[in-house]
């Protein structure tokens, strides 16, 4: 069966140190990944997708990157973080390409971060 | 842009009682209709799934229903449980260039399910 993995569950920064959370796939090959922000009192807002190693794409300006080193591998990060990167960041996974899927995104438990 | 909407924000409801959640969309051209369930400090775990081509799904006491043509859809729970108090999330999966299709969200229903 497939499953994710997100890490850390709760992360405290200073304001201006960097980021890095992982995001990590497992039982399934060549899926579509994304990482989206929660943020209080506001929907979740989808912040990168990649459909491939290295194809990284943002939907919104921001203060953050996406890297995918690996097929089931997608990493979060900044050099350096603003009080407003504060907010419950969760990685998914998807399958289907070419438009629509009868598959659902499959999401991680989410990093709670914290800038103080 | 697609917007999706779900009101009202929060709801409270005596256990045992059928309740209906609703969640409404702006742009009818959507791939599918996806709800989700968000415990506190939690992701997401997916419930239902409505294709476009599709009018309702069922599993266990919840069922979805998809109106394409108006932009509604409903998640109905039958003899809700205090277990089933949680944050219910809709998202309209929708056409998107190089991603091939993404997932709007609306904010969420907040459900409390009182013993």
């Known amino acids: 069966s497939q499953t994710i993995h997100q890490w850390p569950a709760t992360l405290v920064q200073p304001v201006g140190s960097p980021l890095s959370l992982e995001c990590t796939v497992e039982?399934?090959?060549?899926?579509?990944l994304y990482w989206y922000r929660q943020a209080a009192g506001r929907g979740l807002q989808l912040l990168f997708y990649s459909v491939g190693i290295g194809q990284i794409s943002s939907e919104v300006p921001q203060n953050l990157s996406a890297s995918r080193p690996q097929d089931r591998q997608f990493i979060l990060s900044s050099k350096k973080l603003l009080l407003s990167d504060s907010g419950f960041y969760l990685c998914?996974?998807?399958?289907?390409?070419?438009?629509?899927?009868?598959?659902?995104?499959?999401f991680g438990d989410g990093t709670r971060l914290s800038i103080l | 842009k697609q917007e999706v909407t779900q009101i009202p924000a929060a709801l409270s409801v005596p256990e045992g009682e059928n309740l209906v959640l609703n969640c409404s969309f702006t742009?009818?051209?959507?791939?599918?209709l996806q709800w989700f369930r968000q415990d506190p400090g939690k992701g997401l775990t997916s419930l239902l799934l409505?294709?476009?081509?599709?009018r309702e799904q069922t599993s266990g006491r919840l069922n979805a229903s998809l109106d394409k043509s108006s932009g509604r859809s409903t998640l109905y729970i039958a003899a809700s449980q205090p277990g089933d108090s949680a944050t219910y999330l809709c998202a309209a999966q929708i056409p998107h260039t190089g991603a091939n299709s993404k997932l709007t969200f609306g904010k969420g229903i907040t459900l409390s399910v009182r013993p």
């Open positions: 409505i294709q476009s081509s599709q």
């Open positions: 998914a996974w998807d399958t289907g390409t070419g438009g629509g899927s009868n598959q659902p995104q499959h």
């Open positions: 039982g399934t090959s060549n899926p579509n």
């Open positions: 742009d009818s051209a959507i791939y599918n």
